[in-house]
């Protein structure tokens, strides 16, 4: 993992006050070196000040700025720095991102875009960057990209950004994989709202990392800065800084994993495609820093790269909805997907009278028992039916190992929807398969435990498909994302019906979404399902987490091996520091099941029946997710028993 911590400061700095403002961006620059941080991102014209007004036609105020930035680049020993100043060539006056690295200053990158609207006149006293590349006070300036040890780091200033034609379009298409912007963007109410929305649109754009501070305070009369701030990465948003803190400076950092930059860029044909002109793209020039610096870093570490993940890959914290969107709106938009996919797909298939559905007293079933009662009564444009004529369910139970209350909270979920509900037993049909398992195998000794199980789900799949049959019915099927990802189903079984609701909802998630709907609703029967422990019920005290891991590992496993198409050795490194509850050998045990788990269950996932996608990560091979049924996960596996945490 390309492990780069980078960092956000913004600054309260003053208008000419060289000495003074040199003194905040040193402190900045000497508490972000002292954090760790590879990059740290500062503010436009902080130097000098943002509103020089006509004060920038004395040609000392370029002159002093160069002075001060020498001095800063002095506090920069091992650590890069962007910082914002004016600079001066021939009668040409630009607004200038400086680069700093390792005490040199290797270049200079100028705004282009200079806003003339509002309170802004920016166009009456600066030039706007040139397409060519130039030399200014014997450095490199124009469209530049920073080749560092760790990545490629670019830099655009405030307005840049704002344009419908950014400068870092071509930056990013010349391999620029950080895109920092210094911004000097006065307050209004609700624009680092605007900000945010805009930095995660253009590095979801531009598939980069988009670091963003913003200038703090009153810098000369008129305008206040907001400060504030944001590191984004396609996957959303690492850090934000505070808006209007009454200190001098603030400073905030993420760490960022370039490796999964450059696996997002590599899965995105629109991104190859547009980046095919190469390392030249609309002019853009290299500029190496790795001779100077020997080209070594030491990576952040794993531990401070997890603190920047969400408590869950598949959900909103509740804590950070007011800045990311409202936690329960995102749970109850998800669940009215699932009732509209389910409703279009029963209507227009156009053959159904009904939907069936076999509950276990589980979540999963109770989930998709909810979502088929809500379709029904979407029907015909929402004017609905009474569920009770289109929807019906069954408990089917082997007296041997299905409990009391697995029945009882089926039953209590089925009577409170308004839906019929019926009980047949399954035990002697099971006696027969196993009489007849025993004669195929040999001896009911050489019937498996395994297949013991098995058998028990396959009579209640073909029970319930014929059914179904009579009934005019669609089946739906009840396995989720985290059960198909391991193969924790049985083929010819469970995972047989005609529609399956929930296999791209992860069990967590499953279980997220009944308790939203009791915090909604008041649906007090589904507290039933909700305090039994998952189990499918085909052995004595089975419990699928015994058989399996817990759920929440098993689903950070599944994002982090799935989606962000990690190693399994840091899967490992990562689910160590996010389940600490857990021993870090538990988990790499767990991880290594996980991986076998998931490698050799693809042929089964290959026989899914019709799912239906709402999430981002998706393991339907119709879809999306192209995955090989015969491979080898050996080097994988081998890596992983080698691994150590950093």
């Known amino acids: 993992m390309r492990l780069v911590r980078i960092g956000i400061a913004s600054v309260s700095v003053k208008v000419g006050d060289y000495s003074g403002n040199l003194d905040r961006l040193a402190a900045t620059i000497s508490a972000a070196r002292d954090q760790g941080v590879h990059l740290l991102v500062t503010p436009e014209l902080a130097v000098s000040g943002y509103s020089l007004e006509d004060r920038i036609w004395w040609s000392d105020?370029?002159?002093?700025?160069?002075?001060?930035?020498?001095e800063l680049a002095t506090h920069c020993k091992g650590i890069s720095t962007f910082v914002g100043l004016p600079v001066r060539t021939n009668a040409h006056v630009y607004n200038a991102a400086a680069f700093i690295h390792d005490g040199a200053v290797h270049g200079l990158i100028l705004k282009k875009h200079l806003p003339t609207h509002s309170i802004f006149y920016e166009g009456r006293n600066w030039t706007p960057g040139p397409d060519e590349n130039m030399t200014i006070n014997g450095v490199p300036a124009g469209n530049l990209v920073f080749e560092m040890p760790y990545g490629n780091v670019t830099a655009e200033v405030c307005e840049d950004l704002w344009s419908a034609a950014s400068p870092a379009d071509a930056r990013v298409r010349a391999g620029a994989e950080i895109v920092c912007n210094l911004s000097a963007s006065p307050f209004l109410p609700h624009k680092h709202e605007d900000r945010r929305e805009l930095v995660l649109g253009t590095t979801n754009r531009l598939a980069c990392v988009y670091a963003y501070t913003n200038l703090l305070g009153l810098d000369n009369s008129r305008l206040v800065f907001d400060g504030g701030g944001l590191i984004a990465t396609p996957e959303g948003v690492i850090t934000e800084a505070p808006i209007l803190s009454r200190k001098y400076w603030t400073l905030e950092t993420g760490v960022v994993d370039l490796d999964q930059l450059a696996r997002i860029r590599a899965e995105n044909t629109t991104w190859r495609t547009d980046a095919t002109n190469g390392h030249d793209a609309n002019g853009c020039s290299h500029v190496s820093t790795i001779t100077v610096s020997g080209g070594d870093w030491s990576a952040a570490s794993v531990s401070d790269y997890v603190k920047s993940m969400p408590n869950s890959f598949f959900y909103p914290d509740?804590?950070?909805s007011?800045?990311?969107?409202?936690?329960?709106l995102y749970l109850d938009e998800l669940y009215d997907a699932l009732v509209l996919g389910l409703r279009d797909?029963?209507?227009?298939?156009?053959?159904?009278?009904?939907?069936?559905?076999?509950?276990?007293?589980?979540?999963?079933?109770?989930?998709?028992?909810l979502a088929a009662v809500d379709a029904i009564k979407a029907l015909d444009g929402g004017k609905g039916e009474k569920p009770a004529d289109r929807v019906a369910t069954a408990y089917l139970p082997n007296e041997a190992y299905s409990s009391s209350a697995t029945q009882d909270a089926a039953q209590a979920l089925a009577e409170a929807l308004g839906v019929p509900f019926q009980v047949v037993s399954i035990a002697a049909e099971c006696k027969i398969a196993l009489t007849k398992a025993a004669e195929l195998a040999g001896g009911e000794d050489r019937v498996t435990p395994l297949a013991r199980q098995n058998l028990q789900a396959r009579v209640r799949g073909n029970m319930m498909l014929n059914w179904a049959n009579s009934e005019n019915a669609l089946l739906l099927v009840t396995s989720n994302l985290s059960e198909g990802a391991v193969g924790y189903t049985t083929t010819g079984g469970d995972n047989q019906g005609g529609y399956?609701?929930?296999?791209?909802?992860?069990?967590?998630?499953?279980?997220?979404?009944?308790?939203?709907?009791v915090e909604r609703e008041g649906l007090d029967a589904l507290t039933k399902v909700l305090v039994i422990p998952p189990s499918a019920e085909l052995a004595d005290d089975q419990r699928d987490?015994?058989?399996?891991?817990?759920?929440?590992v098993l689903d950070d496993l599944l994002y982090l091996f799935a989606r962000r198409r990690m190693t399994l050795a840091n899967c490992w490194r990562i689910v160590v520091c996010r389940h600490d509850e857990h021993d870090a050998e538990q988990l790499r045990k767990w991880t290594a099941d996980f991986g076998r788990l998931f490698a050799y269950n693809q042929w089964k996932r290959e026989q899914l029946p019709v799912a239906l996608k709402v999430m981002d990560l998706d393991l339907d091979p119709k879809t999306g997710f192209r995955f090989p049924v015969t491979q080898s996960i050996d080097g994988e596996l081998a890596e992983l028993a080698d691994a150590t945490i950093e």
């Open 61 to 70: 105020v370029a002159k002093r700025s160069w002075d001060a930035l020498a």
């Open 318 to 320: 509740v804590e950070a």
């Open 322 to 328: 007011a800045g990311s969107g409202n936690a329960e």
């Open 345 to 369: 797909y029963f209507e227009k298939v156009g053959v159904f009278e009904k939907i069936l559905i076999a509950l276990s007293g589980g979540r999963d079933s109770a989930l998709c028992l």
């Open 500 to 517: 399956s609701p929930i296999a791209n909802i992860p069990k967590t998630l499953v279980t997220r979404l009944l308790e939203r709907v």
């Open 545 to 552: 987490e015994d058989d399996l891991m817990p759920y929440d």
